[in-house]
């Protein structure tokens, strides 16, 4: 049996669990809640591309992703930043939600399933 690897542990979660050569981030929120909706979601993707590297993965073996937004009238705006970012070629399946999220200034959170090298 893989033993499970975790990343950046703390009291409550981890933002990375790795199990089975699959890797399991967290919820990301954005680095500073006031920002626009774009700005927002760059900062998301950044953090996101740096968990998988921690992770020993990367954006193009994303498995799965999930999209939480607070307001689906500014989906347009989180998809520019995704669009910009995602794999050319690997796109993954995704589902996007319109959710009330943990802090009211978050206007996005995205979970990534990704395989691991």
Known sequence: MSSIKRINVEKRLSDVA?????????????????????????QVLATIDRLLADAGTDKSKILMAQIFVANMKEFDDMNKAWDAWVAPGNSPPRATVEARLANPDYKVEIVVTAAVN
């Open 18 to 42: 790795v199990y089975n050569g699959v890797a399991y981030l967290a919820g990301q929120v954005p680095d500073d809640p006031k920002a626009d909706m774009t700005t927002q979601t760059k």
